[in-house]
């Protein structure tokens, strides 16, 4: 494992502007003491009660040999949501640290059902009601605006994906959009076409994880086979010499949902210095910040602002610019939108 990268202290500029995050995943949510938690409650084995160590087993310092190790690291968080009360606690949790801790003021939470309550015996709608009651709650609290979008782990197999978007689609009305997460090399873009389109016919909004692994082609495909609205990562675009792949993204008016610190963690990236941010805000792209999975990951929007503003080359104006193209992007209703937009100060 290579030595950790030193990040930038996020300042009291960073840590009091309001933000919008598109790209976080429920799972990535769970902390320490929560694990610790609801599993003395429910009786659930953890690999290790004792904070430090769990943490060790849980929280990502330095950078792993592939995509795949780290998506291995989940296994322990999703047994975490063991119960509906479970859930719950962990939907609201996500919500306040969110708010009080990072000043997100929109945020999108995206989870897999399959992968998410996999294995327990917790019905999907059930689960799904209890989720979108709790952004209701916080919403009608606080200064805020949320959503909910469904995931489908590529790493479940295509029934899965098939049977999750029928359920997103069914529960129209409580979600705002969908992910196609997990790595993309094993599971192509031509595999989720025609759910892809089931989505648009829906009115379904669309946003699929590509070029965090592999080659550009993989994101020109996904652009070509499943028209998203936004796409999560995005990296192996730069990659391009000609330019084209990146010309696709702005001309598509797709939003980029960038995530640095992750990017360097999976090695899309070789080092936060090589993130290709700037560069795709400087040809024209449209580009969001997220922490994508804060827990697991150690880390959050403060400090990926800060890394955006130090290592990454970015002005404080690049930064707000990612802020207003993350309102404007959002999945929310117009109304909704236009309410984070002045929680933002736009």
Sequence with gaps: MAAPFSRPVPGGEVRALPKAELHRHLEGCVSVPTMI???ARHGAKLPSSDPAELERLTKLKAPMGSLDEVLAMFSIAQAAFASYEAVEEITWEALETAFRGENIRLLELRFSPDFMLGGKDLDWRR????MA????RFESRHPFVGGLIVIASRGLGLASAERTAEFAVENRKKVIGFD???GEKAFPARLYAPLAKKLRAAGLPLTVHSGEEGEFSQVRETLELLRPARIGHGVKAAEDRTGRTMEMIRAAGVTVETNPWSNYLTRAVESPEKHPLK????AGLKCAISADDPEILDTDLDREYALALGPLGLTRADLDLCRRYAVEGSFLDPDRREQAAG???F
């Design 180 to 182: 196609l997460a997990e």
């Design 133 to 136: 009651s709790v952004v209701r």
């Design 343 to 345: 929680e933002l100060g």
């Design 279 to 282: 560069k795709f805000l400087d």
């Design 127 to 130: 689960s799904l009601d209890i």
């Design 37 to 39: 938690r609801l599993a």
